[in-house]
T-cell receptor
Framework: SAVISQKPSRDICQRGTSLTIQCQVD?????MFWYRQQPGQSLTLIAT?????????ESGFVIDKFPISRPNLTFSTLTVSNMSPEDSSIYLC??????????FGDGTRLSIL | QQPVQSPQAVILREGEDAVINCSSS?????VHWYRQKHGEAPVFLMI?????EQKGHEKISASFNEKKQQSSLYLTASQLSYSGTYFC?????????????FGKGTLLTVNP
């Protein structure tokens, strides 16, 4: 199974600033995903990161707030822009393809002051 | 459409069995099961595909009823290490529409 490295593992940021989270997979994968998880809650899909094209965003998430890059088949970044306390959450990336399972990175715990 | 998981929480003694259910109002292509321990990433347990067989390994198995769009996760002779939150993730499209919608989770606590 794919091994996914995500960084930073945690950060504390000031409101109004932006943070870029990186996700590296140890093998080429077709699809990468970004999720948000509030403490004690379920995982909510933010977007699917597509290699060579724009990300596909889920309802309630927009590119201006969560720009995503996918420069190749092993790497993706998620930026959380103009942060507010409501953006405090855990952000997870995952990777998978076809009928194979998705595997998750360890997550980025983000706190906004 | 978020799948519905039941129960929301369950407490067991070591060695007891549990069943966690996941149901959808939409036709499903696959169901994925994950376990997440506090402060950790979700860990993949198994995947049930439309038309596939019941999956299982050791004391954890799962089934997928395509007619009812329901999946169940069976934990037998539970161990302390089974404690955590169990999520089902459902996929409707298959193929290129490969995205999961997760249920709200079932908190499983196994006590000695």
């Amino acid at each position: 199974s794919a091994v996914i490295s995500q960084k930073p593992s945690r950060d504390i940021c000031q409101r109004g600033t932006s943070l870029t989270i990186q996700c590296q997979v140890d093998s080429q994968v077709t699809m990468m995903f970004w999720y948000r998880q509030q403490p004690g809650q379920s995982l909510t899909l933010i977007a699917t990161a597509n290699q060579g094209s724009e990300a596909t965003y889920e309802s309630g998430f927009v590119i201006d707030k969560f720009p995503i890059s996918r420069p190749n088949l092993t790497f993706s970044t998620l930026t959380v822009s103009n942060m507010s306390p409501e953006d405090s959450s855990i952000y997870l990336c995952s990777a998978g393809q076809g009928d194979q399972p998705q595997h998750f990175g360890d997550g980025t715990r983000l706190s906004i002051l | 459409q978020q799948p519905v998981q039941s129960p929301q929480a369950v407490i067991l003694r070591e060695g007891e069995d549990a069943v966690i259910n996941c149901s959808s109002s939409k036709a499903l292509y696959s169901v994925h099961w994950y376990r997440q321990k506090h402060g950790e990433a979700p860990v993949f347990l198994m995947i049930l595909l439309k038309g596939g067989e019941q999956k299982g390994h050791e004391k954890i198995s799962a089934s997928f009823n395509e007619k009812k769009q329901q999946s169940s996760l069976y934990l037998t002779a539970s161990q302390l290490s089974y404690s955590g939150t169990y999520f089902c993730g459902t996929e409707m499209g298959g193929g290129s529409n490969y995205k999961l919608t997760f249920g709200k989770g079932t908190l499983l606590t196994v006590n000695p």
